[in-house]
């Protein structure tokens, strides 16, 4: 395990001394990747947000493990601990190899660090002293050998009375001078904490932090900022979900384990393909252009019924249009390729993108620079669409094609190509217990891009009755609604369901949230006392 922590150490060491990945990173982003639908959606379900870190800490454990089975290998002969340390190299060097942010030097840190867990397996068992007993114990093997036919049962017995009792797993196992087992111990331990210190402080220096203040310090405004929300957006009801939602409350949803450290002075944004003039743009070229100001809720395709994967946020950036009006689109053009810096891909409908909507690369979120997690320092935002087609965070490049020529991330993976949001609604409260009487049931509702027009509610078998609805700035946004309700005691099921400004109604039909959004009304079963 020693062995296995320094091979650790090291490789963390050599990622953060040639800007690579750490091969338990590699090997967490190959799992993501190459999880299947249904595990995907389990862990969602499982974890939550927590699922990168019970993820990693996983593959921690997996490692700790191994690392245990190959010391007990490594008893019998070093060599099979070594094979053994290299194996595990190579497989953080297939993860490696196999994502797409590798660099020229990405197989150095699973291949040093084996290379040093290897080093430390020898030297420590070359600190091991033969125990005084080994010369005679080596004869007798011999012997052994030799009379085995004769009288095994025997010798045996011979044997047992002889042997130290840890002696009995087999006849060429080594004994550890206790001194040197802790010495060699310690000082192993000592390098990998420091060699794992070094390397992360060395990622650090990725570190973009102090680009975001510098942006921060001058944040260009809208030519035409929008008015202050309309005050009637929110009712303030203690535990319904705020109309803006805080950065630091936001969801979260991304395939990346360590988030991608974009710097704003190298960052530049390509868009190619089927358009008549390819143009690469600068940061500040970006931020120069014309800009405007949105309010736009988003929704993640994996959010469940009565889910929280859903956010609201005022968003400043430059309309999406205006640029791909620039590159020139070609007539039969409909799919906007757009990929991350970390090699994440999201098909955009062409037709959605160009309707008039307020489809924006943004650059700010709630009068903020974008936080680091939520794509700083450009993400798309697109209304009305799930998450996964459209809102690609820490966006580089962007290429013009067709559904039907290429393909995005997810869709390989078992989600649909194309993700408008489905009309749903939320029960924020109550949850759980109240005070029989008069109660206040309220959640939020959304319809991206076709607007909320009405949400109704029933408890038990009563008829569905209209719920009040907040205001509202434009149809981007969920809506909060709420209504009071007479509760007699005992244990009731909340039903409710909204209506988009179309005229439909939210289908009760239940599907999970694969392929392209979970459907059927929010329930909540609670107690009245
Ligand atoms: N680079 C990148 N962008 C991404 C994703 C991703 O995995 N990688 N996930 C998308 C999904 S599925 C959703 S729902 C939204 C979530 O945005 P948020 O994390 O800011 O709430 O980001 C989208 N943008
Ligand atoms: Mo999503």
Not at 89 to 97: E, N
Not at 244 to 268: C, E, G, I, M, Q
Not at 396 to 412: G, L, M, Q, S
Request: charged share 20%; aromatic share 8%.
């Amino acid at each position: 395990m020693i062995s296995g922590a320094v091979a650790l150490g090291v490789s963390q060491l050599v990622a953060g001394l040639f800007n690579g990945v750490s091969p338990v990173i590699a090997v967490g982003n190959a799992a993501v990747d190459l999880s299947p639908l249904w595990l995907k959606e389990w862990a969602i379900r499982a974890f939550g947000e927590n699922d990168k870190n019970v993820l990693l800490g996983g593959i921690l454990v997996v490692i700790v493990l191994i690392a245990a089975g190959l010391g007990v290998l490594a008893r019998r002969r070093v060599g099979f601990g070594v094979t053994g340390l290299f194996l595990f190299g190579a497989v953080g060097m297939v993860a490696v190899l196999s994502g797409e942010d590798s660099g020229p030097f990405g197989i150095l840190p699973p291949l040093l660090g084996a290379a040093a867990g290897a080093m430390v397996l020898s030297w420590l068992f070359a600190r091991i002293e033969p125990p005084p007993w080994a010369e005679s114990e080596r004869a007798e093997a011999a012997r052994e050998v030799t009379t085995e036919a004769a009288g095994e049962a025997e010798s045996e017995a011979e044997d047992e009375a002889e042997r130290p009792p840890v002696m009995r797993a087999g006849a060429d196992l080594h004994s550890f001078n206790r001194r040197k087992l802790l010495t060699g111990v310690a000082v192993g331990a000592g390098v990998a904490g420091a060699s794992g210190l070094a390397g992360g402080w060395l990622a650090g220096r990725n570190d973009v932090s102090g680009a975001r203040t510098e942006v921060a310090k001058a944040l260009p405004t809208a030519a035409t900022p929008l008015p202050e929300l309309p005050p009637g957006v929110d009712f303030k009801i203690p535990n319904l979900s705020p109309f803006t939602t805080p950065n630091h409350d936001f969801y979260r949803v991304d395939t990346a384990l360590v988030v991608p450290s974009v710097d704003p002075k190298t960052w530049t944004l390509r868009i190619h393909g089927m358009v008549d003039r390819p143009i690469e743009l600068t940061f500040d070229q970006l931020i120069r252009r014309p800009l405007m100001e949105a309010d736009v809720t988003l929704t993640c395709v994996s959010n469940d019924v009565n889910g929280p994967y859903v956010g609201n946020a005022r968003w400043l950036g430059v309309a999406m249009a205006d640029v791909l009006r620039e590159a020139g689109l070609q007539a039969d053009a409909d799919m906007l390729l757009s990929t991350s810096d970390d090699g994440w891909t999201c098909g955009t409908p062409v037709d959605v993108v160009m309707d008039g909507r307020n489809a924006m690369f943004a650059f700010a979120m709630n009068g903020e620079v974008l936080p680091v997690s939520h794509g700083f320092p450009v993400r798309q935002v697109v209304p009305g669409l799930y998450g996964y087609v459209s809102a690609t965070k820490w966006v580089v490049d962007i290429k013009v094609t067709r559904f039907d020529r290429d393909e995005a991330y997810w869709t390989p993976r078992g989600w649909a190509p194309r993700g408008p949001i489905k009309t749903q609604s939320r029960i924020d409260l109550p949850r759980n217990k109240v005070k029989a009487g008069t109660n206040t049931i309220a959640g939020v509702a959304w319809a991206q891009h076709r607007g909320i027009e009405k949400v109704e509610v029933k408890v038990d078998e009563s008829e569905w009755r209209v719920a009040r609805l907040a205001e509202v700035p434009g149809p981007d946004t969920w809506r909060q609604w709420a209504i009071d309700w007479d509760f007699t005691p005992g244990l009731h099921t909340i039903r409710c369901r909204a209506t988009d400004a179309t005229g439909q109604t939210q289908t009760n039909r239940g599907a999970p949230p694969a392929p392209d959004g979970a459907t059927g009304y929010p329930s909540v079963l609670m107690e009245a006392t």
